[in-house]
């Protein structure tokens, strides 16, 4: 076990750019296309992601100061530190044996709902297998029985694959046909989207308010200039630069990062996409003739759609409207940091639900964002014990996770709680 648990630890360090070449080359041996074609498609990928790393640790590494100030500047001061998706995850790896049994039961769900005709995603996402990992492990705090933990985490990535598939077409609608093909099961966004429309149907009964439209791509050509992505990226880098009370030198080299940032990313992305495309049509060829009248996708990350331009601009307009709600929002106890760099994957939902009405975009995003606070809130007190148990945090502090949230996680907890009251 020791030797198999060495090895896939090796597997998970390794990350997407190095992996999952080697994973899309298998596969692309296995759906009979040429050997020089699949090496290349996945070797394409890697560049893509590690492309995509890096145009998006400039948001990162620019971000996490900006925040940090406007933070101090603001004198907010909440009880639960927000740990991120680095700690938060490398807590969810921590028990070797409970690693092995959920990987190993979140592919067999997802082979048998395969042969069983309950899905069209085939999950290749390994390294974000962590958030099934993650509420397996709070599950088995909460019961006090790891194999309850293993059957919350797996009932979690099973949902996720139903839910992937009912939000492809629409996704595909919005942000192109180059993601026909694809699904993305990834944390929260599965079920992020359902949420996201039941707010657009909402909004669609309030009369004046349904038919405010504001679509950057729509906007008069005479005002285009300003809707280009790197011109969004400057001029919001600037501006919060300047919220945070930077320097004008400053704040011209916040405003050039996020322009830098907004014009890499959808050119990473396509990069990505070139490689991915051979891969999924040579999956469907396959798959259509052992299996007519099926339809198949692969999953991946979702972080194939956060190169939209319309995503980053609501992510980065989201950073000081998280800041008021974490001040203002009766009960919340969440000091948010990591997380608010990577709003513009809490985004995505809002601007794909909305059809890129970026008016209805903005209330939607509201909405979700107080729903993680409250959420996050909610779970600090496990992630706390979690922290502690693997030695991760020091007992004292109070500890959770403002990120893209984890809501059917959560309410899988919340349900657990009935069973086992503390």
């Not at 994973?23 to 498609?41: E, N, T, W």
């Not at 975009?361 to 409250?374: A, S």
Request: proline residues 4%; aromatic residues 10%; hydrophobic residues 55%.
């Amino acid at each position: 076990m020791t030797i198999v648990l060495d090895v896939l630890n090796k597997v998970v360090d390794l990350g997407a750019f190095v992996m999952m070449p080697v994973i899309l080359f298998v596969m692309g041996m296995i759906f009979r296309m040429k050997p020089s074609d699949a090496l290349r498609a996945g070797i394409t990928v890697g560049i893509g992601f590690k492309g995509i790393s890096l145009a998006a640790g400039l948001i990162t590494e620019t971000m996490t100061p900006l925040i940090t100030q406007l933070q101090e500047q603001w004198g907010l001061s909440l009880d639960a530190v927000d740990l991120g998706v680095p700690v938060v995850s490398t807590m969810s790896f921590s028990d070797g044996r409970f690693v092995l049994m959920m990987f190993g039961g979140v592919l067999l769900v997802n082979a048998v709902m395969l042969l069983l005709n309950l899905t069209k995603t085939l999950n290749v996402d390994i390294w974000n297998f962590w958030h099934y990992l993650f509420i397996g492990s709070l599950a088995t705090i909460i019961s006090g029985n790891i194999l309850i933990g293993l059957l919350v985490g797996v009932v979690y990535s099973a949902i996720n694959l139903l839910l992937a598939d009912r939000n492809q077409e629409l996704i595909c609608e919005v942000c192109g046909e180059q993601y026909r093909g694809l699904s993305f099961c990834t944390m929260a966004f599965p079920v992020l989207l359902p949420i996201g429309r039941a707010i657009d149907w909402v909004i669609d009964k309030i009369p004046g308010v349904r038919k405010i439209d504001f679509n950057l791509k729509k906007v008069p050509k005479k005002a285009a200039f300003f809707t280009e992505p790197i011109m969004i990226g400057f001029i919001i880098g600037a501006i919060l630069a300047l919220l945070a009370s930077y320097s004008w030198d400053q704040c011209l080299n916040v405003g050039m990062t996020m322009a830098a940032a907004m014009f890499l990313l959808p050119r990473m992305i396509s990069i990505l996409m070139e490689g991915l495309s051979p891969i999924a049509t040579a999956t469907r060829e396959f798959m259509a003739t052992r299996f007519p009248n099926r339809e198949f996708r692969i999953g991946m990350d979702f972080a194939l759609l956060v190169g939209d331009t319309d995503m980053i601009t609501l992510g980065m307009i989201f950073v000081p409207i998280s800041l008021l709600l974490a001040v203002i929002l009766p009960g919340n106890r969440v000091l948010p940091l990591v997380g608010l760099t990577n709003l513009s994957y809490m985004m995505m939902a809002p601007v794909i639900a909305s059809k890129r009405n970026m008016f209805r975009g903005l209330l939607i995003g509201i909405v979700m964002v107080v729903l993680v606070f409250y959420m996050a809130s909610a779970m600090c007190p496990l992630i706390t014990e979690l922290g502690i148990q693997t030695g991760l945090v020091e007992a004292g502090g109070n500890y959770t996770l403002f990120n893209t949230g984890e809501h059917v996680g959560f309410v899988l907890l919340q349900i657990l709680k009935i069973f086992f009251p503390s």
